[in-house]
């Protein structure tokens, strides 16, 4: 079964340094998301991509933070300049539309600590 | 935005049935409610969505309000494996998370 795939799984970053965490969407999806999950807390959205845009964004997603979708797999969010608030888990998941009945395909994260 | 309101925590035995309440009394005639569920340090997991309708599939049963303010996840028999934090979602473009049940289920 396809599934969505992220690198690396854990991630360990110095305050103030960029970051790109990797994701490959599953192949004949057409929406991306990125989602966080700070320890012990909820899942927040902060991001939908589709056809090489930004469609909606969180109020979390400010402007140390980018998507793109380089080539034809993989999707990347980058965090320009790290804080120690950013540590948590980053999820992608991906859609084969953004119709309200479709199911989000969810990767397994990766874990960012920020030091 | 419509919200769902949801246990903070169930138990259950092994084998027996559980049934996972959420009240989303704001629901709009067009949002779909969907049901995800997290497994420990893993990434949400879909479940099983519904509009109107009950609806089954081989993970779980929907049961829905006819007034659609309120819904139920039904596992028809619990196992160990089951036990996750289960999130009841209205859906638009970007899902919203809300802190979810979590099921604990005791051998």
């Known amino acids: 079964e396809p599934e969505v795939t992220q690198t690396p799984s854990h991630q360990v970053t110095q305050m103030g340094q960029e970051v790109i965490l990797r994701c490959v969407p599953i192949s004949n999806h057409l929406y991306f998301y990125w989602y966080r999950q700070i320890l012990g807390q909820k899942v927040e959205f902060l991001v939908s991509?589709?056809?090489?845009?930004?469609?909606?964004k969180s109020e979390i997603f400010d402007d140390q933070f980018s998507v793109e979708r380089p080539d034809g797999s993989n999707f990347t969010l980058k965090i320009r300049s790290t804080k120690l608030e950013d540590s948590a888990m980053y999820f992608c998941a991906s859609s084969t539309s953004g119709r309200r009945t479709d199911t989000q395909y969810f990767g397994p994260g990766t874990r960012l600590t920020v030091l | 935005d419509a919200k769902t309101t949801q246990p903070n925590s169930m138990e259950s035995n092994e084998e027996e049935p559980v049934h996972l309440p959420c009240n989303h009394s704001?629901?709009?005639?067009?949002?779909?409610i969907h049901w995800y569920r997290q497994l420990p340090s893993q990434g949400p997991e879909y479940v099983i969505h519904g509009l109107t309708s009950n609806v089954n599939n081989r993970m779980a049963s929907l049961a829905i309000a006819e007034d659609r303010k309120s819904s139920t996840l039904i596992l028809h028999r619990a196992t160990l494996r089951d036990a996750a934090v289960y999130y009841c979602i209205l859906n638009n473009n970007d899902m919203r998370f809300g802190a979810g049940t979590r099921l604990t289920v005791k051998p």
């Open positions: 704001t629901i709009s005639g067009t949002d779909y």
């Open positions: 991509f589709y056809n090489n845009e930004i469609s909606e």
